[in-house]
């Protein structure tokens, strides 16, 4: 399945605002507001493009991640990626080529947990060999902010200007997530434009809380994002470097590599390596191509090795098939919330009834099939 510009259009609006009222979407895309989601609608059920809500990862005091580096027995990488992606701690899993076999993402709350739940969760996984974890310091650049670039200046100029105004960081007593924010996240990890409506009735909360809670969260706490198949981004393969720079520049060449297109996160991270940089390519040639343009943009820069990315197992909790399409969601919750299933998604036709129309999402193992209306 290809994207025409109408498709690409409405997912580059929603990176740009991924809540952003079908109404916007349409106008600024010259359309009717049913036809912009009807075309969200279809890519979303073929698990093609999807919007997720996660810890907002510049906040140390919300979620601290590690990178983990897995190497495995022979033969049974594909068998731990996995079995690790359905823990709802592990955000992100690769397979890789290279000095490692798998590189995993893990969120907890605090050094403390991370540390468990690395070591409860690698050690209970057979096949695991051993394991290397960096822990992330600081996130200049994540996958939210990578655009198709399909909108023209003055229509991603409407999008941005309808969005909330940024919240101030939430003080350290109000960082922490209670137990509605917790399953908001969780319901938002799975369907990042869920109605409001539908989280008052999913939580058993007044709409009039669940809307005061959300403009708290999404301002300060959570971040939305919009992600799109890789392979119909035009940026089919990936690649992750691992790399150093001399500790006073370590911020200003993290800006550097924010601003640029292929590097789709960088995190500074306490380790052998002081940088983890995640980048999209267009061709394997281009792994070493892109390696000596950083050689040659930042001289300071070592890299010390680099992976390609053979597959993603998953993404931010969204479970991938070898074509890059979300299949499922293993929802992100709060460190010290209880576990939950993931949750199966069987590509369809799109829901009925247009913009307002519900799709299944059933819930495994043994769960009761839960409706979700997209706004």
Known sequence: MELDELDRGVVHALQIHPR???????????VNPVTAARRWHRLEEAGLAWVTAYPRLSNSRIVV?????????????EDVAQALAVDPAVANIKLTAGG???????????????????????QRTPGVRATRTHVSTGVPTEGSRWRLRSLDDAQSARVEAALPPPGRPAPAAEARLDDLDARLLEL????????????????DTSLTTVRRRM???????????????????????SAVYFASVPGQYVEETSRVLAGVR??????????PHNLVIDVWLRDLHDVHAFEAHLSRSLPRLTIADRSVVLRTVKHMGHLLDRDGRCTGVVPLRHPQAPHSAAVER?????????????????????AAPRKLNRT
């Open 20 to 30: 952003a009222p079908w109404t916007l979407v349409g106008e600024v895309l010259g």
């Open 65 to 77: 991640t590690g990178v983990v580096e897995v190497d495995t027995e022979p033969g049974v990488a």
């Open 100 to 122: 490692r076999d798998l590189v995993a993402a893990v969120q907890a709350r605090s050094l403390d947990e991370l540390a468990r739940i690395t070591t409860l969760l690698f």
């Open 188 to 203: 938002l990890s799975a369907d990042g434009r869920m109605s409001l409506r539908d989280l008052s009735t999913e939580t």
């Open 215 to 237: 403009q708290s969260l999404l301002a300060s706490r959570l971040s939305l994002r919009c992600d799109l198949a890789r392979p119909l981004s035009g940026w089919p393969l």
């Open 262 to 271: 292929e590097v789709r996160s960088c995190a500074i991270t306490a380790g």
């Open 346 to 366: 069987t590509p369809g036709p799109p829901p009925r009834g247009g913009p307002t129309g519900a799709a299944e999402a059933p819930a495994r193992p043994q």
